[in-house]
Structures are given as C-alpha cells and as structure tokens.
C-alpha cells in the first residue's frame, strides 16, 4: 500500500505542478498578446488558437487530477499528518480551477471566443478580458497553493513512510 500511495502523491504532485506551469506560461506568454488590445487582440487569438488551445489541454488534465485527487484523499485519510495537506489541495483545487472556473471563465471564454465576431461591442469584450485577466490571478494563486500542498504531503509522506531500521536485540543498536 505504501508504495501505491508514493506512486499515487507522484502522479498527483506532478499534474498539479505541470497544471499550474502551464497556466503560468499562459499569463506570461499568450495572455500579454490575447489581451493586449481587445477586441482586435481577441480576433487574433481565435486565428492563431485553430490547431490547439487551452481548452485542449486543461479539461484532460484537470480531469485527471481531480481523479486523482479523490483517490489520493482516501488513500490518506488514515495519515492525519498527511491527510490535511491532502484535503487542502484537492479542495484548493476545486474552488480555483473547477467551480471558479466554470462560473468565472466559461462564460467570459464564450464572449470572447465563442461568439461570433461583431456579436458583442468593444468596450464589452474589453471589459470582459479585463475581468477575466482579473480573475486569472486567483486561478494561478490557487494552482500555486495546490501544487504546494501537495509537494508538501509528498515530502511528509515519503519522510514518515520510509522504513525504520531494525535495532540489534541485545544492543539496542541498528544493525
């Protein structure tokens, strides 16, 4: 079971931290070029994002996470140590990527990219890149949090995990 539950962390620990990279490199890469001058900016962005998009890359990944997330909840429920930091993550998850997402960013990515050009004025769709630039900080925050708690529980679970040992019966010293 311990070395599921390692293999387990692993898996989680390194999605979080691809998951959270990845929006990184969207805030300082795509999104300064997305946002910069709306609407002409989003037009762009729908003709440069045919071949591939966020939107192809984060729902299975998330999904993933969330997966494993919950897996990784009961595998260490019984380690209080671990457990907390466990729940945090998940939790942190969630709120920042899941529920804030779907009721902050799906909406607003709608406006913007899914809608057809002209559906909307431009002081709209800036105001609407300008709320959803603002909300990204949050999201980037609570992938940071969730990548975070979980290096955490992995660093507690393989220091309290690892076997002890085996102390000499007449000496009382390790062998």
């Known amino acids: 079971m311990t070395k599921l539950v390692t293999t387990l962390l692993i898996a989680l620990t390194a999605a979080t931290t691809v998951s959270f990279g990845a929006i990184l490199g969207e805030t300082v890469m795509l999104y ?15 003709e440069f994002l045919v071949a591939g998009s966020p939107s192809d890359f ?12 919950a897996v990784a909840v009961l595998a260490t429920w019984r380690r209080p140590g671990i457990r907390w930091y466990v729940a945090g993550a ?6 920042c990527e899941l529920v804030f ?9 709608e406006i913007m990219f ?9 002081q ?7 709320e959803f630039v603002a ?5 980037l925050a609570g992938g940071a949090a969730t990548a975070a708690l979980l290096f955490t529980a992995l660093v507690r679970w393989l220091r309290t995990s690892r076997p002890r040992p085996a102390l000499h019966p007449r000496t009382d010293r390790i062998r």
Not at 58 to 69: H, Q, R, S, T, Y
Not at 135 to 139: D, I, V
Request: charged share 15%.
């Open 101 to 109: 997402s779907a009721v902050w960013f799906w909406p607003r990515n």
């Open 135 to 139: 909300g990204h900080w949050a999201r």
């Open 124 to 130: 709209f769709l800036r105001t609407t890149a300008e």
């Open 32 to 46: 300064p070029n997305i946002f910069l001058d709306p609407p002409q900016s989003l037009v762009r962005a729908r």
């Open 114 to 122: 899914v809608d057809p050009v002209g559906t909307h004025s431009a």
């Open 58 to 69: 984060f729902p299975p990944l998330g999904l993933a996470i969330i997966v494993l997330g």
């Open 90 to 95: 998940a939790a942190a998850y969630l709120c």
